[in-house]
């Protein structure tokens, strides 16, 4: 039997007829109505809510996404959410567009002059109170983004094949409200993230490495925390370098947050910082931490050489430690080796790795 409370909402939404409270409460009679249902007939009905997410009146569509997000949350399938949030999404993004253009063009010149990055939140919180009076609709929007993205985080962290056709389809919409929405900008990184992505990594001092792929990673810091958990169990099994509960942390299992700190084991270079000794520069050289991968970057700035991103260790300059979270709940990330590299793949590595930098300081005119 077909949900008449899901049927309601989706033949009223748009209906000016009816009252911000009622539409409301109407949504309210939905949720009690789910009380004693079974998982089947959830999904039935988030099925049939799915297409108010798209609607015209994106106000009230931003109230759908919250039940929508509670339902999700307690297991119901986020599939057929993929497009009709991302047609809300749209919706929403377009009406604050005014206000980007407003924003860049008056305190976009001031703010290249902060250093402070609190500071700069604080002008920026201001500068959006102050135009609320001029573009109330446009600034109004930004709380209506805020619904629609923390049902995004859940469906697009689970609906990996989704991301990038997302992103496509906002991308015109997010990049001018990036610097001004921390909320789109965490859209941004998650319709962004690489998965499956191929990577070799290589013990320089003990001439070992693997073939891996990763995905869900969301910064170096995450990256190479469960970098040190694959090498533990690839190559120096039962020596772990990272505790069970960051691990399971970081994979998206658990809590998202952990009282552990992680103690960092090397300095994690790019492929450009092998010298044409085929090492890695001395420790203590900190000339060398241009090629370093710092906690606060992102894999996809690890530069990629034949289909690979490529990562070298070493042993660490000074001790390094960090508190560990996740930052988004419903995102699942992995590093996954798939073979250990033997003696003549990681030779052949090492030399692809000094032809390519080899031509990269030709073309820098280094040396000429």
């Not at 567009?97 to 924003?103: H, I, N």
């Not at 099994?237 to 399971?248: A, E, M, R, T």
């Amino acid at each position: 039997m077909q949900n008449p409370f899901a049927i309601k909402i989706v033949e009223r939404i748009e209906d000016s007829s009816i009252s911000a409270r009622d539409f409301r409460l109407l949504l309210l009679e939905f949720t009690h109505s789910l009380k004693d249902c079974v998982k089947r007939e959830a999904n039935e009905s988030l099925l049939i809510l799915a297409p108010a997410l798209a609607s015209r009146n994106v106000s009230r569509a931003s109230w759908v996404a919250e039940v929508c997000q509670a339902m999700v949350e307690s297991g119901c399938d986020s599939r057929e959410l993929v497009r009709p949030l991302a047609s809300g999404l749209k919706r929403a993004l377009e009406a604050t567009l005014p206000l980007a253009a407003k924003l860049e063009k008056k305190l976009a010149p001031k703010l290249a002059t902060i250093e402070d990055p609190e500071k700069a939140r604080r002008w920026t919180e201001s500068a959006i109170r102050q135009l609320s009076v001029k573009l109330p609709k446009s600034v109004g929007s930004l709380r209506t983004i805020e619904r629609f993205c923390h049902l995004a985080f859940q469906v697009y962290g689970q609906q990996v094949d989704s991301r990038r056709k997302v992103w496509k389809h906002l991308e015109e919409q997010i990049l001018p409200m990036v610097r001004w929405s921390r909320t789109v900008a965490d859209l941004k990184v998650v319709l962004n993230l690489l998965e499956n992505e191929p990577l070799i990594f290589i013990d320089l001092a003990n001439k070992r490495g693997f073939v891996a792929k990763f995905g869900g990673i969301v910064d170096n810091a995450h990256f190479i925390t469960l970098l040190m958990d694959a090498f533990a169990h690839q190559v120096v099994f039962g020596k772990p370098l990272v505790s069970h509960d960051v691990v399971q942390c970081a994979k998206g299992i658990g809590p998202c947050e952990v009282t552990d700190e992680v103690h960092g084991a090397w300095n994690v270079y790019t492929y450009h910082a092998l010298t044409e000794m085929q090492r890695l520069p001395e420790p203590k050289d900190l000339t060398a931490n241009k090629h370093w991968l710092w906690n606060e970057h992102t894999p996809a700035e690890i530069p990629v050489l034949h289909g690979h991103r490529i990562v070298l260790i070493g042993p660490p300059s000074y001790p390094r430690q960090w508190k560990f979270s996740r930052k988004f709940k419903y995102v699942s990330a992995e590093i996954r080796v798939e073979f250990e590299l033997n003696k003549l793949d990681l030779q052949m590595w090492l030399d692809r790795i000094m032809q390519a930098n080899h031509h990269h300081l030709e073309t820098q005119g280094v040396g000429s």
